[in-house]
């Protein structure tokens, strides 16, 4: 079970930190991915992590921007948004599977989302 946390409303330039709980053994064996899926929108890749934490892939769009990082001691894994607009709205979901995927439908375990909204 994957559950997201950390999303709110911020201003345009401001920084939000998204966190994502799972539960059960294996999490350390799993790759990591955020996605987002915007209003009227198709859900889309935002980054994705090895199981090791070692090697990270990013959309282009938040490249630079968007940092993903996992504490496999506590079954974490987080998403720092800095530098945020307000096309980074969106409901942001996690997702565990066993790769570093960009599809959504490849993870075998998906988190419920969690809402940022960014103002302008």
């Known amino acids: 079970r994957l559950v997201e946390s950390g999303g709110g409303l911020v201003q345009a330039g401001g920084s939000l930190r998204l966190s994502c709980a799972a539960s059960?053994?294996?999490?350390?064996?799993?790759?990591m991915g955020w996605f987002r899926q915007a209003p009227g929108k198709e859900r889309e890749f935002v980054a994705t992590i090895t199981w090791s934490g070692t090697s990270t892939v990013y959309a282009d769009s938040v490249k630079g921007r968007f940092t993903i990082s996992r504490d496999n001691t506590k079954n974490m894994v987080y998403l720092q948004m800095n530098s945020l607009k307000p096309e980074d709205t969106a409901v942001y979901y996690c997702a565990a599977g066993g790769g570093t995927y960009d599809r959504w439908d490849l993870y075998a375990y998906r988190g419920q989302g969690t809402q940022v909204t960014v103002s302008s």
């Open positions: 059960g053994r294996a999490f350390g064996s799993y790759a």
